[in-house]
């Protein structure tokens, strides 16, 4: 075929496999970046009977692979895996693997460095295709961007060296052409007409003992993920019905907890447990930070790294083929949304897509976290949804409580006092757990420092009711309170996910999307004005909301629609916010309350310990 054909080819070829139309920006990399690796091959020393794989799809997840080589040299069969780009220009980023450029003709974003996304892939398959990893399979992977010079940015040794150790980078110029040949020829001396695409393609699904054992031996002696009483209930309940699951019957299991009984504890021994069973697993969740962090506390680092790949989030499975896993592990499973996608314009149903791609899926919910209104994962919906697939639900309930100083008294009272449910005894604050209210936030902030300087797991949290103005100019502060000198910024900038675990981040406001589903020893939480108290009753306010906030974005359309309905569930969506913030800390919680009304009645219930 004329090489101007071979984007028509692919496009073909990609509307047969997947029934939709290529995207435009797809097909015009085709036209450009496939017919550069057309040049690339244009060697005799290259046999002509290499196998050619284009757009590969990596099985159970939506991650493709641009171009592949297979053949094999005098000692192994081999494949090479070439990530390609049009990029031009590019500029660092502080996170590791990261770099800011232009993707798929969109504005600038951050996002992995080409070679560490080679590599990654080549680890998705090397951890999960057993036929390469049982027939030890040598995957060379590297990565090609034809339009872009060398410039001392993308080509750092520095801030990516690693991983252009792992993956060569090879750019602009007949050099790099000749040293892209070179590293092919190296790799693919004799042809073998695509037989280990095929073999690869229809290779089986599952987890190499090299994974299981860095899973497993993670998590043995590391007491923060002992199981303990009704934890150890459900985590055997749910290793035995997930056993049991099958292509004609799934198996559900919905394990309600409230903060601090272990759901994630549960949650990462059965990820631990499945794969040394090998049954192909992952943990899924809708926020990014708990799996950043999870995914941190098991490796020892901040960096990613092979496992990364058993960590998913909740819109991974669009495109998920039926029974795909064996098992998939949900945890924050409220935080589920309908619409996946940076745009909300992909898939259907989060937990609809969740049971039909695994034979057993386990939910972990805490109906009284819900704190947006694109939450839809109430256990009376996952129940719901799991009878439409006729799957067996199982369901348990997690009562022992580890955060809070094991304090179920104060739960009780915080629900009482933020109006979520009342309680006949209003519960009760001892001395087990340190709870006080900060008359100014500069001082609340100066506590919760002097704290994190004994383990840094201590943060100062707050409602989303400034604007994040930094974001824009850096130079800028979000929350201020000029009549008391405080000014920090929210930690949405250059920490992102693992904001809670950094150690700088202690001068900076956390949000509900960056510590829900985790936890520290210390809490601060600045109150904002969406929640507020006139004469002894408990108010919210979504219009006190930062207009950047998503969590009720489109409330007051939805207000004209239907305002009783709006207004009674943003209402408990504030609520459990706060709720959600306020019980974070292991052994303690000092807030602030920016309303002065508001601050009285706090004082006011903390000295009483009951609600009249």
């Not at 997947?18 to 690796?37: D, F, H, L, Q």
């Not at 990462?268 to 990014?288: D, G, H, P």
Request: net charge neutral.
């Amino acid at each position: 075929h004329d090489y101007q054909d071979i984007a028509e080819l692919v496009a073909a070829a990609y509307l047969d496999k997947t029934g939709r139309y290529a995207p435009e920006a797809e097909y015009r990399a085709w036209k450009n970046s496939v017919a550069e690796m057309a040049r690339v091959l244009r060697d005799h020393d290259i046999p002509d009977d290499s196998g050619i794989g284009i757009e590969f799809g990596i099985p159970q997840t939506s991650k493709r692979i641009d171009f592949m080589i297979s053949g094999s040299s005098d000692s192994s069969r081999n494949l090479v895996i070439v990530e390609l780009k049009q990029w031009s220009t590019a500029r660092w980023s502080d996170n590791h693997g990261l770099i800011f450029a232009n993707r798929g003709g969109h504005r600038e974003t951050e996002g992995t460095h080409p070679c560490y996304q080679a590599w990654s892939y080549a680890s998705l398959l090397r951890g999960f295709n057993e036929a390469i990893y049982a027939n030890s399979i040598v995957l060379a992977p590297c990565a090609y961007l034809h339009n872009y010079p060398r410039d001392g940015v993308i080509d750092d040794d520095m801030h990516y060296g690693t991983y252009l150790s792992e993956a060569p980078l090879f750019l602009k110029g007949a050099d790099e052409l000749h040293k892209l040949r070179e590293f092919i020829k190296q790799h693919v001396k004799y042809g073998d007409k695509a037989k280990l695409i095929y073999e690869i393609e229809h290779g089986r699904i599952r987890p190499s003992k090299m994974l299981i054992d860095s899973v497993v031996g993670m998590l043995q002696g590391n007491q923060e993920f002992v199981l303990v009483d009704d934890q150890k209930v459900a985590f055997e309940n749910a290793l035995r019905l997930a056993q049991q699951a099958n292509n004609r019957k799934k198996r559900v299991v919905i394990v309600q907890g409230g903060p601090g009984t272990g759901k994630s504890v549960i949650a990462i021994n059965l990820l631990a447990r499945f794969l040394a069973n090998k049954q192909v697993s992952a943990y899924v969740t809708r926020n990014a930070a708990p799996r950043a962090v999870l995914l941190a506390k098991l490796t020892g680092s901040l960096t990613r790294n092979e496992i990364s790949s058993l960590f998913k989030g909740s819109g991974a499975f669009t495109e998920t083929q039926a029974e795909a896993f064996d098992a998939l592990i949900v945890d924050e499973a409220h935080r589920l949304n309908e619409k996946s996608g940076l745009y909300g314009n992909l898939g259907e149903n989060q937990i609809k897509e969740v049971l039909h791609s695994s034979k057993c899926a386990i939910f972990f919910v805490d109906d009284d976290q819900i704190v947006t209104l694109s939450d839809i994962g109430h256990s009376v919906e996952l129940e719901r949804w799991a009878k439409s697939f006729d799957a067996d639900v199982s369901r348990f309930e997690l009562t022992s409580q580890f955060r809070c100083a094991g304090s179920d008294g104060y739960l009780e009272w915080l629900d009482d006092v933020l109006g979520i449910r009342s309680s006949q005894s209003g519960g009760s604050l001892d001395q087990t757990f340190d709870f006080r209210i900060i008359d100014s936030p500069t001082e609340l902030h100066e506590l919760i420092a002097k704290r994190n300087k004994e383990t840094n797991k201590s943060r100062v949290v707050a409602g989303y009711c400034w604007d994040w103005v930094s974001r824009r100019d850096a130079s800028k502060c979000d929350i201020t309170f000029p009549e008391f000198g405080y000014a920090k910024k929210w930690n949405l900038s250059e920490d992102g996910s693992q904001w809670i675990i950094r150690p700088n981040s202690i001068n900076e406001v956390g949000c509900i999307h960056t510590c829900q589903g985790l936890e520290l020893d210390y809490v601060g939480v600045i109150i904002g004005p969406d929640l507020i108290v006139r004469n002894g009753t408990v108010r919210t306010d979504p219009s006190a909301r930062s207009r950047m906030d998503r969590t009720i974005r489109g409330w007051k359309t939805l207000m004209r629609k239907n305002p009783v309905a709006t207004e009674r569930h943003i209402d408990r969506i504030i609520r459990n916010t706060y709720r959600t913030l306020m019980t974070r800390g292991l052994k303690g919680c000092y807030i602030y309350c920016c309303d002065g009304e508001t601050q009285r009645y706090f004082k006011d219930r903390a000295k009483r310990g009951s609600f009249d």
